[in-house]
């Protein structure tokens, strides 16, 4: 097998056409779902510039009020559904099969028509904006009574599509996760066991086990819900004797499993670019590989720290605030092996490694504040404030987008065999890192002082660190034109980039760029662990398939 990258360049080079065609090629679909995905991320940062627009000032002069509680319930919605979630699955479609040595996924037909499912419903979840009634306003949780009102009278209003788009996500997303499943545990090549799969698959795998267990909750709710809104039940609404408490329990009974489906993929991309950036292995993997097991089971038992203050019980607030700080526990393991691992390591500061240490920097600065939130009084004490928004986002923008930038500049040779742009690609992290820190770091201080969220206006006492949040906040939608315009001209017309150009371990890097249509000539057969640097994971000798 060569890896010469132009010798296969008629074999890799996928025609453009295929990209909107219903193709089972698992790498093409991975390109699907990351540039859709990526063009939902688009429209939701403009969405979100409009909310700080309207911020901008304390009194409502931009945005009337309807229209600011669209804004940020489909910002919040499209941010997790049509972003984070559809990118992540389209990273990992394009990359277990290569890093577990498989011809492709499990399902490949199944794989075509779960992404099939992610760009209707996204589109039918922006159409909701041009019905009378407007897009839905209960926010991107859609607690009851807020949801199951329906002033209009209309069957079809803004709430009733958000449900049906949310439900269809929802399907696209256990069709994945069993793919996801299946193929990690019975694809695995020859000699790859459990403990020599890469990190990036641990995590994927720990992932799509929590979506498989916890997502037909939600999806069994939102049915329920949207029951309550057209048909006139009476599961949530409290005015006819309904319980919009059991809605918040099957709500997050998922929802905050769902914070780790997104979470551990990111992890697991750190893990991967670390040890390649530091020239060294990566330290205590098989308890870091552990570990993601271990954030999994955990993060299964501290949905209601959502609801403390929603009535619970005391000695249930006593039991999930404990919970709720036990996954600093595994989670700090992982700090640990990537502090470890740079250690005394020979740093290679290209664009990938900075946005993984940028994002486990401010990673460390949301688990902080995650655990503070954890503690019952300190929880009750800032309920329904900016500090909630403030943690919430340096998960989900500042570690989780940060890493799937450093992720789509870490593979972006391997996928389209071209080099981008280390100069563009240094200022697109400045930006992003200044940006994102600027917009939610004062969101900490407002909530502290008493802000409320989901207000258009406010108290002229919190504007100082409103315009800071806001300034901020456009940096960051400025900071996407040099990270657009980079991976388009150099896909375009960037240098040829060799087969591994990071000096990585792991199957990927073995073979040319971009992969061929069955990614191995030869299925590999596997000796050594992962992260092996000086030797080579592949055993000289090949299994003919």
Same mark, same amino acid.
């Given at each position: 097998?060569?890896? *010469?990258?132009?010798?296969?360049?008629?074999? %890799?080079?996928?025609?453009?056409?295929?990209?909107?065609?219903?193709?089972?090629? /698992?790498?093409?679909?991975?390109?699907?779902?990351?540039?859709?995905?990526?063009?939902?991320?688009?429209?939701?940062?403009?969405?979100?510039?409009?909310?700080?627009?309207?911020?901008? #000032?304390?009194?409502?002069?931009?945005?009337?009020?309807?229209?600011?509680?669209?804004?940020?319930?489909?910002?919040?919605?499209?941010?997790?559904?049509?972003?984070?979630?559809?990118?992540?699955?389209? !990273?990992? *479609?394009?990359?277990?099969?290569?890093?577990?040595?498989?011809?492709?996924?499990?399902?490949? !037909?199944?794989?075509?028509?779960?992404?099939?499912?992610?760009?209707?419903?996204?589109?039918?979840?922006?159409?909701?904006?041009?019905?009378?009634? +407007?897009?839905?306003?209960?926010?991107?949780? =859609?607690?009851?009574?807020?949801?199951?009102?329906?002033?209009?009278?209309?069957?079809?209003?803004?709430?009733?599509?958000?449900?049906?788009?949310?439900?269809?996500? +929802?399907?696209?997303?256990?069709?994945?996760?069993?793919?996801?499943? %299946?193929?990690?545990?019975?694809?695995?090549?020859?000699?790859?066991?459990?403990?020599?799969?890469?990190?990036?698959?641990?995590?994927?795998?720990?992932?799509?086990?929590?979506?498989?267990?916890?997502?037909?909750?939600?999806?069994?709710?939102?049915?329920?819900?949207?029951?309550?809104?057209?048909?006139?039940?009476?599961?949530?609404?409290?005015?006819?004797?309904?319980?919009?408490?059991?809605?918040? /329990? &099957?709500?997050?009974?998922? =929802? /905050?499993?769902?914070?780790?489906?997104?979470?551990?993929?990111?992890?697991?991309?750190?893990?991967?670019?670390?040890?390649?950036? =530091?020239? *060294?292995?990566?330290?205590?993997?098989?308890?870091?590989?552990?570990?993601?097991? +271990?954030?999994?089971?955990?993060?299964?038992?501290?949905?209601?720290?959502?609801?403390?203050?929603?009535?619970?019980?005391?000695?249930?607030?006593?039991?999930? &605030?404990?919970?709720?700080?036990?996954?600093?526990?595994?989670?700090?393991?992982?700090?640990?092996?990537?502090?470890? #691992?740079?250690?005394?390591?020979?740093? /290679?500061?290209?664009?990938?490694?900075?946005?993984?240490?940028?994002?486990?920097?401010?990673?460390?600065?949301?688990?902080?504040?995650?655990?503070?939130?954890?503690?019952?009084?300190?929880?009750? @004490?800032?309920?329904?404030?900016?500090?909630?928004?403030? @943690?919430?986002?340096?998960?989900?923008?500042? #570690?989780?987008?940060?890493?799937?930038?450093?992720?789509?500049?870490?593979?972006?040779?391997?996928?389209?065999?071209?080099?981008?742009?280390?100069?563009?690609?240094?200022?697109?992290?400045?930006?992003?890192?200044?940006?994102? *820190?600027? %917009?939610?770091?004062? &969101?900490?201080?407002?909530?502290?002082?008493? &802000?409320?969220?989901?207000?258009?206006?406010?108290?002229?006492?919190?504007? +100082?660190?409103?315009?800071?949040?806001?300034?901020?906040?456009?940096?960051?939608?400025?900071?996407?034109?040099?990270?657009?315009?980079?991976?388009?001209?150099?896909?375009?017309?960037?240098?040829?980039? $060799?087969?591994?150009?990071?000096?990585?371990?792991?199957?990927?890097?073995?073979?040319?760029?971009?992969? $061929?249509?069955?990614?191995?000539?030869?299925? $590999?057969?596997? %000796?050594?662990? $992962?992260?092996?640097?000086?030797?080579?994971?592949?055993?000289?000798?090949?299994?003919?398939?």
């Amino acid at each position: 097998m060569t890896n *010469n990258p132009i010798a296969n360049a008629s074999d %890799t080079q996928t025609r453009w056409q295929s990209y909107f065609s219903f193709n089972t090629n /698992h790498k093409v679909i991975g390109i699907q779902y990351i540039v859709t995905s990526f063009f939902f991320f688009l429209i939701a940062g403009l969405l979100a510039m409009l909310i700080r627009a309207e911020l901008l #000032t304390p009194e409502l002069n931009l945005l009337g009020r309807n229209l600011y509680n669209s804004l940020f319930t489909m910002h919040g919605t499209m941010m997790i559904f049509l972003w984070i979630i559809p990118c992540l699955v389209g !990273l990992s *479609n394009y990359l277990i099969p290569l890093m577990i040595g498989a011809r492709d996924m499990a399902f490949p !037909l199944l794989n075509a028509i779960s992404f099939w499912i992610f760009p209707p419903a996204g589109m039918l979840l922006l159409s909701s904006f041009l019905l009378p009634s +407007g897009a839905a306003q209960s926010g991107w949780w =859609s607690y009851p009574p807020l949801s199951v009102q329906n002033p209009s009278g209309q069957l079809i209003n803004g709430q009733f599509i958000w449900i049906i788009s949310v439900v269809l996500l +929802g399907i696209s997303s256990i069709m994945g996760a069993v793919n996801f499943v %299946t193929t990690i545990v019975w694809m695995r090549s020859p000699g790859m066991t459990f403990f020599r799969m890469p990190l990036f698959v641990w995590t994927v795998l720990s992932a799509q086990l929590l979506q498989l267990l916890f997502l037909p909750a939600l999806t069994g709710g939102l049915i329920l819900l949207c029951l309550d809104l057209t048909l006139g039940t009476n599961f949530f609404n409290p005015f006819k004797q309904g319980s919009p408490i059991l809605y918040q /329990h &099957m709500f997050w009974f998922y =929802s /905050h499993p769902t914070v780790y489906v997104w979470a551990l993929p990111a992890f697991g991309i750190f893990s991967e670019i670390i040890p390649a950036f =530091s020239r *060294n292995p990566l330290f205590g993997y098989r308890t870091v590989a552990l570990a993601s097991f +271990g954030i999994a089971i955990v993060s299964s038992l501290v949905w209601a720290h959502h609801m403390f203050a929603s009535g619970t019980p005391a000695w249930m607030r006593i039991f999930f &605030m404990m919970t709720s700080m036990l996954v600093a526990v595994p989670t700090g393991i992982k700090v640990l092996a990537w502090t470890a #691992t740079v250690w005394k390591g020979k740093l /290679h500061l290209e664009t990938p490694m900075l946005f993984a240490l940028g994002g486990v920097v401010m990673f460390l600065f949301g688990g902080i504040t995650g655990v503070m939130l954890g503690a019952v009084p300190f929880d009750l @004490h800032v309920n329904n404030t900016y500090f909630i928004v403030g @943690h919430f986002h340096y998960l989900v923008f500042n #570690t989780i987008t940060i890493a799937i930038y450093g992720a789509i500049y870490f593979w972006f040779p391997k996928i389209t065999g071209k080099m981008y742009a280390e100069g563009w690609g240094k200022v697109h992290f400045w930006l992003t890192f200044i940006g994102a *820190n600027l %917009t939610f770091f004062p &969101m900490h201080p407002l909530g502290l002082q008493g &802000m409320v969220r989901r207000v258009a206006s406010y108290n002229s006492q919190y504007v +100082g660190w409103n315009i800071v949040s806001s300034l901020g906040a456009f940096l960051l939608g400025v900071s996407t034109l040099p990270f657009i315009v980079n991976v388009v001209a150099s896909w375009l017309q960037g240098r040829n980039a $060799p087969a591994n150009p990071w000096y990585a371990t792991g199957l990927e890097w073995t073979v040319p760029s971009p992969p $061929p249509s069955d990614n191995f000539e030869e299925i $590999p057969v596997v %000796t050594r662990p $992962p992260y092996d640097y000086g030797n080579s994971s592949i055993s000289a000798n090949t299994v003919q398939e």
